[in-house]
């Protein structure tokens, strides 16, 4: 079986800064064909957002009102 690192390539993974609005996220994810981006904050990997999270927004926010929101309130962040 291929490792990640076999089947992955340079330039392939599409990122947005942390800053950026979903409305954003959600774009680059379309334009390029994929369901996830990477969320940085400069150049450190801080998180990702996916489809789900436009699409499955929490039950308390519509999605009209999260899109022009930032990365930064609604995506997973990963712990340093």
């Not at 076999?6 to 979903?22: D, N, S, Y």
């Not at 954003?24 to 994810?29: E, L, P």
């Not at 150049?43 to 699409?55: I, K, P, T, W």
Request: with cysteine.
């Amino acid at each position: 079986m291929k490792t990640l690192r076999e089947i992955m390539r340079e330039g392939f993974i599409f990122a947005v800064q942390r800053t950026a609005p979903v409305a954003v996220a959600a774009r680059v994810m379309e334009t390029h064909n994929v369901g996830i981006v990477a969320v940085v904050d400069g150049a450190r990997l801080v998180g990702v957002f996916s489809e789900r999270d436009v699409v499955r927004p929490p039950k308390t926010r519509t999605t009209s009102r999260r899109c022009g929101r930032s990365i930064r309130r609604t995506s997973a962040i990963c712990p340093s």
